[in-house]
């Protein structure tokens, strides 16, 4: 099976109340690690894996997700006129990883009740459910193997 059929839902919908006060303004899964905030590294190993359908759960709150990877050409043009190449390239590859959609949950009500969230999406078939605050060492290619232990 290729991983293209496989789409990746996303429950990143919570209060993040273990990670308080950082998360009171902030979601957990927009906090930074190095240079990118979590939920960036979790849609990367998504891409890495072969998938190119993201569904994102998202809750109140929460739009600095989907503002994250939608493209944003005014920082794009002024990148590129000042030459800087080297983050015109990261900010670019971060509107690419996948093609990303949303949905929202209302209210929290648990991981169970988010991921009910992406019927809608996924429909019967096969998914991943990744973590927005789960994060994979890279070199670990935990979910390419899921996928080919799902064929």
Same mark, same amino acid.
């Given at each position: ?5 496989? @789409? $990746?839902v996303?429950p !990143?919908?919570?209060?993040g109340?273990?990670?308080l006060?950082? #998360? @009171? &303004?902030?979601? @957990?899964e =927009? *906090? ?6 979590a939920?960036?590294?979790?849609? %990367? %190993? ?6 190119d ?14 503002? /994250?990877?939608? $493209?944003?050409?005014e +920082?794009? $043009?002024? *990148?590129?006129?000042k ?12 509107? $690419? +990883? &996948? ?7 209302? %209210?929290? @009500?648990?991981?169970g009740h &988010?991921?009910?969230?992406?019927? !809608? /999406? ?5 998914? !991943?459910?990744? *973590? ?6 890279e070199?670990?290619? +935990? +979910?390419? #193997? =899921?996928?080919?232990?799902? %064929?």
């Amino acid at each position: 099976m290729s991983a293209n059929r496989i @789409k $990746a839902v996303i429950p !990143a919908a919570g209060l993040g109340t273990r990670f308080l006060p950082a #998360t @009171k &303004a902030m979601p @957990k899964e =927009m *906090l930074p690690v190095v240079d990118k905030p979590a939920i960036q590294y979790v849609v %990367e %190993e998504a891409a890495a894996a072969g998938i190119d359908d993201v569904l994102i759960i998202l809750g109140r709150n929460k739009n600095n997700i989907s503002n /994250h990877f939608d $493209a944003m050409p005014e +920082l794009e $043009a002024v *990148l590129q006129n000042k030459g800087d190449h080297d983050r015109l390239t990261r900010v670019q590859k971060s509107t $690419a +990883l &996948a093609d990303i959609h949303y949905v929202r949950q209302g %209210e929290p @009500k648990g991981l169970g009740h &988010a991921v009910s969230r992406a019927r !809608a /999406h996924v429909g019967d078939a096969s998914f !991943a459910v990744l *973590l927005g605050d789960d994060l994979i060492d890279e070199r670990d290619e +935990l +979910l390419t #193997t =899921m996928l080919d232990a799902h %064929e």
